[in-house]
C-alpha cells in the first residue's frame, strides 16, 4: 500500500521559513521522481518542485525559484521542501506527489501572515 505522509507545515510571518517533509512507504522511493504541489483556495493546483530519482535533474515553478529547494533522502525514503523568503501568496495546501505511480499525500497547509 502506497503512502505519503506530508508534515512541517503551519503559520509562519512573511520573510520566514518552514521545511516541509514526506514520508513514503510502499513503493520504492528512490527510483521516483517525486514532486510538489499545491493548491490555494480559489486556485488551481500548481507544481511547486520535481526532483528526478537520483537528487538531481531539479524543476521548480518560476514564482518559488531561489526561494524553494527541493530535496530527497532515499535511505530515509522521505522528500522535503525547504521553504525560505516566504511570501502571503505562498499560502496553499502543499501536497507530496509521485507523479509516476499517481499517488499523494493529504497536505499539509502552509498560511503566510503577518
Known amino acids: 500500500q502506497v503512502q505519503l505522509v506530508e508534515s512541517g507545515g503551519g503559520l509562519v510571518q512573511p520573510g520566514g521559513s518552514l521545511r516541509l517533509s514526506c514520508a513514503t512507504s510502499?513503493?520504492?522511493?528512490?527510483?521516483?521522481?517525486m514532486s510538489w504541489y499545491r493548491q490555494a483556495p480559489g486556485k488551481e493546483r500548481e507544481l511547486v518542485a520535481s526532483?528526478?530519482?537520483?537528487?538531481?535533474?531539479?524543476n521548480y515553478a518560476s514564482s518559488v525559484k531561489g526561494r524553494f529547494t527541493i530535496s530527497r533522502d532515499n535511505g530515509k525514503n522521505t522528500l522535503y521542501l525547504q521553504m525560505n523568503s516566504l511570501k502571503v501568496e505562498d499560502t496553499a495546501v502543499y501536497y507530496c506527489?509521485?507523479?509516476?505511480?499517481?499517488?499523494r499525500g493529504q497536505g499539509t497547509q502552509v498560511t503566510v501572515s503577518s
Open positions: 506527489v509521485a507523479p509516476t505511480i499517481g499517488s
Open positions: 510502499g513503493f520504492t522511493f528512490g527510483r521516483y521522481m
Open positions: 526532483l528526478g530519482p537520483t537528487g538531481t535533474n531539479t
